[in-house]
């Protein structure tokens, strides 16, 4: 079945720092791939998508990729604020629009 | 701006004592969705409806898990009885039919002693 692999965590960074987060997935063709992202006590907020292959999301400051060849979506920014520690999920659009969820990865920015 | 509402924010109960969590999604949204997620886990989807008809159910543990929308709006998931490996967070969603994004509500924390 369709799943989802993201780098585990926790990541820690200091403020302005650059982050990639890894993430790809294995599915029958060719897949929505979201980012979401979870806030202490929150439910989860959409915060990019892609739904083709060698599109690029984007919102925030934060960008990720369809790479339909290495099957990946990374997530990545280029400097870091406090104000972005949170548990970050990648996830893809499966069969009956259900969402398949990686196990998320922590993020901590320091000041 | 429109949210999905859920409540019980916090449950804490003793296993085999049943629950019920309930959700209010977005006006107009005919799909919803209740995920379930484990501490340090992705969430995981439980039932899926649109309107008020059940079109996913293949992950819900029916012995012990019920879930309804009666009128096709707001929608109740119930655990009876609960057993210690229910602690989770309880995560309700919604959407425009077919369409990708998927609103969260703030989920419900679920302790079982």
């Known amino acids: 079945g369709d799943s989802v692999t993201q780098m585990e965590g926790p990541v820690t960074l200091s403020e302005e720092a650059f982050l990639t987060i890894n993430c790809t997935y294995t599915?029958?063709?060719?897949?929505?791939l979201f980012w979401y992202v979870q806030y202490p006590g929150e439910g989860l907020q959409l915060l990019l998508k892609?739904?083709?292959?060698?599109d690029k999301g984007s919102n925030k400051g934060f960008e990720a990729t369809y790479r339909k060849e290495t099957t990946s979506f990374h997530l990545e920014k280029g400097s870091v604020q406090v104000s972005d520690s949170a548990v970050y999920f990648c996830?893809?659009?499966?069969?009956?629009?259900?969402?398949?969820f990686g196990a998320g990865t922590i993020l901590r920015v320091k000041s | 701006e429109a949210e999905v509402a859920q409540s019980p924010r916090y449950k804490i109960t003793e296993k085999s004592q049943a629950v019920a969590f309930w959700c209010d999604p977005i006006?107009?949204?005919?799909?919803l969705y209740w995920y379930r997620q484990i501490l340090g886990q992705g969430p995981e989807l439980l039932v899926q409806?649109?309107?008020?008809?059940?079109?996913?159910d293949s992950q819900l543990p029916k012995d012990r898990f019920s879930a309804e929308r009666l009128k096709g709006v707001d929608s109740t998931l119930k655990i009876q009885p609960a057993e210690l490996g229910d602690s989770a967070m309880y995560l309700c969603?919604?959407?425009?039919?077919?369409?990708?994004?998927?609103?969260f509500g703030p989920g419900t924390r679920l302790t079982v002693l």
């Open positions: 969603a919604s959407s425009f039919p077919s369409v990708d994004e998927q609103f």
């Open positions: 599915a029958t063709g060719y897949p929505s």
């Open positions: 892609a739904t083709k292959a060698d």
């Open positions: 996830a893809l659009r499966s069969y009956g629009n259900k969402l398949v």
């Open positions: 006006s107009g949204h005919a799909t």
């Open positions: 409806f649109q309107d008020e008809s059940v079109v996913d």
